[in-house]
């Protein structure tokens, strides 16, 4: 299985490969990756931790303020600030890519939202915004409506109330259609048990305050 989104600690595309029943990484010029095959970590963790690594509450700061001020438009960002936008691409490859990905952003999203720092959550929140309202991975309809669902199930409404206050749905067409679907599944899909609805009702009266 080719997995060309990932690259090793050699910084070079890696591909995953079964041989005998073992799982070995190799190279994209076909040498085995002596570092990964001798590790027990993953390419997925290995990509989970460069996003850790890479999202300091600075650079999130930073990153918020830059896809606010650019309209949520990736294109026109990395004309203006392809470091920021080099920086995004990461992470935006890290959220459609990795399960792991996005279960430790919605962990801090968690830990925000039950802190009371709403700032920091809606900072966050704009991040996410940005990567589901990107009109590429939205083709894939299967693959878009499942993330966002996980999106939903974690937060209930409040991604309904962040997306409202940091009016993504006046950015673009695809943010339109975000804030649109979250709407439908929370009408129509939303069926958590009674006490994941009530933490949920809990967490959007955190955010409300």
Known sequence: M???FYKCPHNLFIEQRLVEGLLVYYHEDGSPCALLNNL?????QLLCLKCQTLLTAATRRE????IEANEYVYEQLRVRAPKAASE???LLLGYHNSSL???WLYGELQRCLQA????EALEYFRLVAFFLAQQHYQESLKDFQEKLRGLVNAFGAVVRAA???LE???QSSAGYRLCHDVDFMLRYEYHPRQEVRRQHEELLQLFKL
């Open 168 to 170: 993504v749905a006046r």
């Open 88 to 90: 995004l691409q990461v």
């Open 2 to 4: 080719t997995s060309s």
């Open 116 to 119: 009371g720092a709403r700032e």
């Open 63 to 66: 990153l918020a303020g830059l």
């Open 101 to 103: 990905v996005r279960e």
């Open 40 to 44: 027990q970590t993953t390419p997925e």
């Open 163 to 165: 997306l409202a206050e």
